[in-house]
């Protein structure tokens, strides 16, 4: 395996970026290859096998393009297709999840939040959480529809936006949470609207350092990290209409040189072919 190879990253849209941001912080030399699976989203409310043959499919992708490890930016993916993941394929894998755990430790009240989309909150995977690190808190899982959609569209600041917000975020609150989970990586482009919303004693917690964190030591572990002295150049693919992401990532303040669309088999788990703009050397 080549420590120059890009690491691979995923989700249904700008969401996963949130997870990229924090990558690129701690790894700067890292080279990223970004998938935005616009064609398949919104994730949250479809059938979990859906979603998993989407993740499996995009993950081979992302091997065939050459990517030394894989990053599920998506907790939905998370959700629906991690251990599918972890069964098809050898690199390091680093998967989001709510981080029930450091808010369990962060509370004050005993009463956390969770945010995320639909099949997140009703997943195996999420029980798992809460039954592992809910012994001593309580922890209030909040299915948020229409949100990712409002990210998606840039509402970052529309009425709409806040008002569906505080529709999920103020039983939480009234029923006494102090800290909550953003446990869908599109929420954190909503920090700033929800900071307003709850105000500066609620701690909010979002696990994309961390996950850059165990990046870091996964790849190091494998000695892959790339040499300090790459360029960690950034590319990103879509499988719905590249100048849209462009666009929607320009919004945020990210430029990005390359973006291409590509169309996603959905037929197997066998890797394919790659279009010749993705299969530059770094
Ligand atoms: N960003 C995804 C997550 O972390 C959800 C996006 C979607 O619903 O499409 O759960």
Redesign the pocket.
């Known amino acids: 395996m080549d420590r120059n190879a890009p690491v691979g990253l995923f989700?249904?849209?700008i969401?996963?970026w949130t997870v990229l941001r924090e990558i690129r912080r701690e790894l700067p030399a890292e080279a990223l290859l970004y998938v935005a699976d616009a064609a398949g989203?919104?994730?949250?409310?479809r059938p979990p096998e859906f979603i998993a043959a989407r993740a499996l499919a995009i993950a081979h992708w992302l091997r065939a393009a050459g990517a030394k490890a894989l990053v599920v930016?998506?907790?939905?993916?998370?959700?629906a297709a991690v251990a599918q993941l972890r069964d098809q394929h050898t690199v390091p894998i680093v998967a989001?999840e709510p981080a029930v755990k450091p808010a369990a430790l962060l509370t004050r009240s005993g009463i956390i939040g969770v945010l995320?989309?639909s099949?997140?909150v009703a997943s195996g995977n999420f029980s798992r959480l809460r039954d592992a690190h809910g012994g001593n808190v309580t922890i209030l899982a909040q299915a948020c529809p229409g949100l990712?959609e409002q990210v998606e569209a840039g509402a970052l600041d529309a009425p709409h936006t806040r008002d569906l917000l505080n529709r999920y975020v103020a039983p939480l609150l009234a029923q006494g949470a102090d800290t909550l989970v953003l446990?869908?990586?599109?929420?954190p482009w909503l920090a700033p609207m929800l900071r307003e919303l709850v105000g500066s004693e609620v701690v909010v917690v979002d696990p994309a350092p961390a996950v850059a964190r165990e990046l870091r030591r996964r790849l190091t572990l494998a000695a892959l990290l790339a040499p300090a002295q790459a360029a960690g150049n950034i590319r990103a693919v879509t499988t719905g209409d590249p100048q849209r992401l462009r666009e929607q990532l320009a919004r945020l303040g990210e430029v990005v040189s390359e973006i291409v669309g590509i169309a996603l088999p959905l037929s197997g788990a066998r890797p394919f072919r790659q279009p010749q703009s993705v299969t530059a050397q770094e």
């Open positions: 989700d249904s849209g969401g996963g989203a919104p994730y949250g409310d930016a998506c907790n939905t993916a998370t959700s989001i995320a989309t099949l997140t990712v446990a869908c990586t599109h929420f």
